[in-house]
Structures are given as C-alpha cells and as structure tokens.
T-cell receptor, first 114, second 109 residues
Framework: EAQVTQNPRYLITVTGKKLTVTCSQNMNHEYMSWYRQDPGLGLRQIYYSMNVEVTDKGDVPEGYKVSRKEKRNFPLILESPSPNQTSLYFC?????????????FGPGTRLTVL | QQPVQSPQAVILREGEDAVINCSSSKALYSVHWYRQKHGEAPVFLMILLKGGEQKGHEKISASFNEKKQQSSLYLTASQLSYSGTYFCGTEKAGNQFYFGTGTSLTVIP
C-alpha cells in the first residue's frame, strides 16, 4: 500500500531533550516536506527536500533540522525542544517538486514539550 | 505571505451549497485544495493551474482567477461527509509551499 508513515504518533518530552520524528514514504517520491499545524495558524512548512541531499528552509525552520540521506526517509530533528514547539507535525511527499504536485500526508505526530 | 481564506467557518444543512474563497497578495502560479477531517491528515482534492480553468471532483469544483490572485472552491448539494477544514495552498519560487488559513465547514442533517 502506497503510504507515508511517521513515528512516533504521540510524544511527550521535556525541554532540551533531543528527539527525532521519522518519516518514510514508499512511493519513490522526490519531494518531501514537514509541516506543523497549530490552531488558528493552519499548516506551516518547516523544511522541504527536492531530492536526496537537497533540503531547504520553509516558513518556520528555527529550532528544527532535517536530513535526506535516502530518497524514502526524511527525519525531523529537534535538538533542544522548547514548549513553543508543542504542535501537530505532518510529513508529506509528492512525486515532483517542480511544481509541487499532489502531496500525500502521513498520519501526524502530536508532540508535547513540557 | 500565507493565502487568506474566507469565510473562517461555515455551517450548512445537507443539500445546501457553499463557496470558500482563497486570496493571495502575491502572484499565484497554481492553487491546490485539500480537505482535513477532524483528527486526520489533509487529503488532496485538486490542483488548478493558471488560465482560469475550473476543475471538478464529485460535487466539488473550483475556479482560479490568476489576475485577481484568487481561487474559489464550490461545494454543491453538500453531504455530511463534506465536513472538515478546507485549505488552499500555493507554491512560491524555490518550491516552498504555503497553505491558507483554513475554512471550517460543518454540514448538519
């Protein structure tokens, strides 16, 4: 089944404790992206990747890191999480990024930083 | 730079029609529409490319006026399954993607 998977689905952590949210897609998509969703603010792009080893900042990249060492994986790293990073995170992928094509979203990861 | 949607929220009875608008202060090269049901991930509805074309998906259609930098989503004869939050989205040069502010749609029996 074609899908985007994210792990974990729920995470409660404390300020400053490094964490990684994994994202994987099995559709051989070139474009992958991370979004955060907050009430009243909609979905905002954190980082995106056009292909392996090519990543770029989105609208709200501060406090996040990403890597794209393999086409299928696009982990989101929070090296020192803070409470303002409490949010619902979605990973998405699309066949092409030029222009952005249909995006397929993972199920989401709800992160709480205490 | 985030596209602005209106209305923010709308409540409909089954069978009624609705229009959701999306406007941008920047030039729109294309407009994407997604629907997100409560507690779920956004799901793609359609993409409109510049040229004023109208596309359809079941009883949901959309138009795109690139000169006015606007797009509208039309939901006709709404069904309970149409409830959710609708987002428009567009790309920026460099392949960054922006979603709109969202419109909550509730269809009641």
């Amino acid at each position: 089944e074609a899908q985007v998977t994210q792990n974990p689905r729920y995470l409660i952590t404390v300020t400053g404790k490094k964490l990684t949210v994994t994202c994987s897609q099995n559709m051989n998509h070139e474009y992958m992206s991370w979004y955060r969703q907050d009430p009243g603010l909609g979905l905002r792009q954190i980082y995106y990747s056009m292909n392996v080893e090519v990543t770029d900042k989105g609208d709200v990249p501060e406090g996040y890191k990403v890597s794209r060492k393999e086409k299928r994986n696009f982990p989101l790293i929070l090296e020192s999480p803070s409470p303002n990073q409490t949010s619902l995170y979605f990973c998405a992928s699309s066949l092409s990024g030029t222009p952005p094509d249909t995006q397929y979203f993972g199920p989401g990861t709800r992160l709480t930083v205490l | 730079q985030q596209p602005v949607q209106s209305p923010q929220a709308v409540i409909l009875r089954e069978g009624e029609d609705a229009v959701i608008n999306c406007s941008s202060s920047k030039a729109l090269y294309s407009v994407h529409w997604y629907r997100q049901k409560h507690g779920e991930a956004p799901v793609f509805l359609m993409i409109l490319l510049k040229g004023g074309e109208q596309k359809g998906h079941e009883k949901i259609s959309a138009s795109f006026n690139e000169k006015k930098q606007q797009s509208s989503l039309y939901l006709t004869a709404s069904q309970l399954s149409y409830s959710g939050t609708y987002f428009c989205g567009t790309e920026k040069a460099g392949n960054q993607f922006y979603f709109g502010t969202g419109t909550s749609l509730t269809v009641i029996p």
